[in-house]
């Protein structure tokens, strides 16, 4: 009955998708945890595993047309700094084909692809401008909080070494990390949308989506994930609603208190005796441990090549390399930049996120004093700011592309933003300049008779008049 329910919520939810482009975008965003839930409902999802991703790529595409044919779609500073980096970070990465150690390279790039294209092209093109950001955050707050809820209570999930997963064959397991990213998303966004005046039915969807977006990152034992979120989420808090006095500040602290409160309160019910053991104290540290050592292994194996210190050892090469923890890969982004990638990867990446930064910092500052776009804009930093820590603990670049996308669509936002606003103040420079030339122009109640007619009984030597000058 369940499996049944939540094919049809998906179903229903995918319809309007077709007609709200934005709702889109959010399909994209949700793309795993929906993985995840069809694959629990119907065994085609299991047996086409790409069938998800695929019907979801179909649909950006469909919502790109729509926005096309409606004449909304915004192709403006599409080619931006962020992009173009993108492009030749994933370029050194592919050809490091040529000297990685890694027979596997091929197939990480081969598959990567549909993903990149998804997440570089399609996406950047369905949320442009801040106006966007309500609709779309409104919509993930909607369809998060039901995936979430739905892949809670599906009964085919199970507890295995303290995470919440699926089983989806005798040896294969659904990723729980993918569904602690997708809860600690919602947190972020039912959080941080402050927006003044909300209605009750607003207020009640953030506090729903907090709660089941906890829970959800609690069952999947994502540590890294909810250790992020909640530190991000007290210093960005303060940015996203503006202190104008003491009584504001008063109301933000009680706000982070709040926060604080309700995290802990909801997470006890979701820390059972089948995972506890996941975050507990030891745990919590031996994970840190295990990440500082795989930089130590692949930090070592990179000074020990000075003739690849430039191009660096090759994408994947962690897994080819002697290392302590057994992983097949670092999980630490940064690392792999620097050391697989060379100085040359590094460089890129540090431009690009040093870019992303500043146009993340001027868009705030375009905004700072409107109470809704501030809320929107400070959301949008934070899930991009979450995914650049995301990826310090569980990926790689070849699955590092939500972070790159948001990277893309804050600098092309900021960039778009801030063309609207010089082309609006010259747009009231020109009615300003209509308006004066109305005030100054002759007017026919000046004299007896119409413009014309006082034109003409003026002598020839002083016809003329001034317009448009102040």
């Known amino acids: 009955m369940i499996e049944l329910l939540s094919l049809i919520i998906v179903a229903v939810l995918g319809a309007i998708a077709l007609v709200r482009p934005a709702w889109a975008f959010v399909f994209i965003l949700c793309m795993f945890g929906l993985e995840q839930l069809l694959q629990a409902c119907h065994p085609i999802f299991i047996d086409r595993s790409s069938l998800t991703n695929i019907s979801i790529g ?33 370029a050194l990465a592919s050809l490091s084909q040529l000297w990685s150690p890694s027979p596997l390279l091929p197939y990480l790039v081969t598959e990567s692809i549909p993903y990149n294209l998804l997440s570089f092209i399609l996406a950047p093109l369905l949320i442009s ?91 999947s034992g994502s540590r890294g994930q909810v250790m992020f979120t909640i530190p991000l989420l007290i210093a960005m808090y303060p940015l996203a609603k503006r202190v104008r006095n003491f009584a504001g500040f008063a109301q933000t602290v009680a706000g982070i208190l709040l926060v604080a409160v309700a995290f802990f309160v909801v997470s006890s019910f979701f820390v059972v005796r089948e995972n506890e053991n996941r975050w507990n104290s030891e745990s919590l540290l031996y994970g840190g441990e295990g990440r500082f050592q795989n930089v130590v292994d692949l930090f070592t194996a990179y000074l020990r090549r000075p003739e690849m210190w430039l191009t660096g050892l090759g994408s994947d090469a962690f897994n080819y390399i002697p290392n302590q923890t057994g992983d097949i890969y670092s999980h630490v982004l940064l690392a792999d930049l620097l050391c697989e990638l060379g100085v040359l990867g590094a460089s890129i990446s540090a431009i690009l996120f040093i870019a992303t930064a500043n146009a993340g910092v001027r868009l705030f500052r375009l905004v700072a004093d409107d109470p809704v776009s ?6 949008l930093i934070a899930v991009t700011l979450y995914q650049f820590l995301l990826s310090q603990k569980m990926g790689q670049i070849w699955g590092a592309y939500p972070l790159f996308m948001f990277c893309i669509i804050l600098v092309r936002m900021e960039r778009i933003s801030r063309e609207d606003l010089v082309l609006a103040a010259s747009r009231a420079t020109a009615d300003e300049d209509e308006e004066w030339a109305e005030e100054d122009s002759p007017r026919a109640e000046d004299g007896d008779g119409d413009f014309e007619q006082n034109l003409e009984s003026t002598p020839d030597d002083v016809k003329t008049f001034p317009i448009g000058v102040r």
Request: some cysteine; charged content about 10%; hydrophobic content about 60%.
């Open 58 to 90: 179909v649909l950006a595409i469909w919502a790109v047309l729509v926005l096309a044919f409606s004449g909304q779609l915004t192709t403006r500073r599409f080619l931006n700094v962020a992009f173009s980096l993108t492009l030749f970070l994933y």
């Open 129 to 219: 401008r801040v106006r966007d950001l309500r609709e779309m955050f409104t919509a993930f707050l909607i369809v998060g909080t039901i995936v979430c809820f739905l892949l809670a209570i599906n009964p085919k999930f199970v507890f295995w070494g303290g995470r919440y997963i699926l089983y989806l064959d005798t040896v294969t397991k659904s990723n729980p990390l993918a569904t602690g990213t997708l809860g600690g998303m919602v947190m972020i966004v039912a959080v941080l949308m402050v927006l003044p005046n909300p209605s009750k039915a607003f207020t009640a969807l953030r506090i729903a989506a907090f709660i089941m977006g906890t829970s959800l990152a609690m069952l």
């Open 374 to 379: 501030r809320a929107l804009v400070g959301t």
